[in-house]
């Protein structure tokens, strides 16, 4: 797990009874996603109800971590200050493997803005940022040694 340090003045995560087990999961190095225990989809953004069948009966599995660069947009500008020192970064929509069109909205990290290409592979790491554990990607060829830094 990276760290960031501790910035206290960056906005949080915040967990809410949906989504409390994903950042829980996040804290332990897990990519915890829901599944409808019916018709068996994986859901994301977790919510009360499949919103396939409208089934109720929900579980949380772990998911893989592997997922393909879907889309990105590289930010550029700052828009609060205490993102000051990661300008550029980049902002990704990743498809998760486990299911075409399970997509998470994450940042794509320890890869430059002109290198990022949709299609690309990638794999999950958990970045340590002030209070919080954030599940980021980084492309799936980056070395395990080498995802400390963002």
């Not at 996603?33 to 859901?43: E, F, K, S």
């Not at 486990?98 to 790491?125: D, K």
Request: hydrophobic residues 40%.
């Amino acid at each position: 797990m990276s760290s960031r340090g501790d910035n206290s003045t960056r906005p949080r995560p915040l967990a809410t009874a949906y989504s409390g087990f994903y950042w829980e999961g996040a804290r332990n190095g897990q990519l915890l996603i829901q599944r409808c225990a019916d018709c068996m989809r994986y859901l994301h953004p977790p919510g009360p109800i499949c919103p396939r069948c409208g089934s109720s009966p929900l579980q949380i599995v772990e998911v893989s971590g592997r997922a393909t660069l879907h889309s990105f947009t590289t930010i550029r500008h700052l828009f609060h200050p205490a993102f000051r020192d990661d300008l550029p970064y980049i902002v990704a929509r990743v498809e998760l493997e486990e299911q075409a069109g399970l997509f998470l909205v994450t940042n794509l990290r320890r890869c430059a803005p002109e290198a990022a290409r949709t299609g690309m592979p990638l794999r999950i790491i958990f970045e340590r940022v002030g209070l919080d554990v954030l599940p980021q990607f980084v492309p799936a060829n980056v070395a395990e040694s080498s995802v400390g830094a963002p």
